[in-house]
């Protein structure tokens, strides 16, 4: 960021865009600094300097999230080699937590934003679908590491997610429709009731130790 008057105006043309404060834009813009060295973008290996990152089951989907066009707001598909301190916003601004005061429309946009965060994560050949065993398998990845359950109980819980799934998005089916994968509209049925808003935080907005959780 450049020098004082044009700086102000930049942070709260990125506030207006982002839904941060400034004083969280201007976190994050350190963060930013840490992760890049210094440098006005970041490419995927920069991710190496998150600790608890390299811990996450869903490590590699997280990280490429951060570069998929699709979460950058662009027409096109695929990845992006590097992004800078905006896109860097962008895709923060999924993780930021609810406020008090939303009204309902407006918590319901930024719920659907999260979500569909959330399936373009799964929806790795950018089709806008995802096959049910693409479900299952993310479902286990992300209970893989929790440390009260065992493989049998991780893969019996991802296996009812599936199944719960196809129950869901079969049952809304025409007779004569045939089953594709799970779309968007599915997707949010699927995740209806379920509290993401609290699932998908960070604590980047303070000057804690870096982590992406879920």
Not at 35 to 45: A, F, N, Y
Not at 129 to 156: A, C, F
Request: with cysteine; aromatic share 10%.
């Amino acid at each position: 960021m450049g020098s004082s008057h044009s700086v102000l105006e930049e942070i709260q043309e990125l506030a207006d865009k982002t839904g941060f404060t400034s004083d969280q834009i201007e976190n994050l813009h350190r963060r930013f600094k840490q992760l890049s060295g210094d440098q006005p973008t970041i490419r995927k290996e920069n991710f190496d300097r998150i600790p608890d990152l390299e811990f996450n089951p869903i490590r590699s989907k997280i990280v490429r999230a951060f570069f998929d066009k699709r979460n950058l707001h662009e027409a096109s598909e695929g990845l992006v080699e590097e992004i800078n301190f905006e896109d860097f916003l962008t895709i923060m601004s999924n993780f930021r937590p609810i406020e008090m005061g939303m009204d309902d429309e407006h918590q319901d946009r930024f719920r659907k934003q999260k979500l569909k965060f959330l399936f373009h994560m799964y929806d790795a050949d950018s089709d806008g679908k995802i096959t049910l065993k693409e479900y299952r398998n993310v479902v286990q990845e992300m209970l893989s590491g929790n440390p009260h359950l065992d493989k049998d109980s991780v893969r019996s819980i991802a296996d009812g997610a599936m199944m719960e799934a196809a129950s869901i998005c079969v049952g809304q089916m025409e007779p004569d429709q045939v089953y594709e994968g799970i779309t968007f509209e599915d997707f949010l049925k699927i995740w209806e009731g379920i509290d993401i808003e609290t699932k998908m935080h960070v604590r980047f907005l303070t000057m804690e130790p870096m982590a992406i959780c879920y």
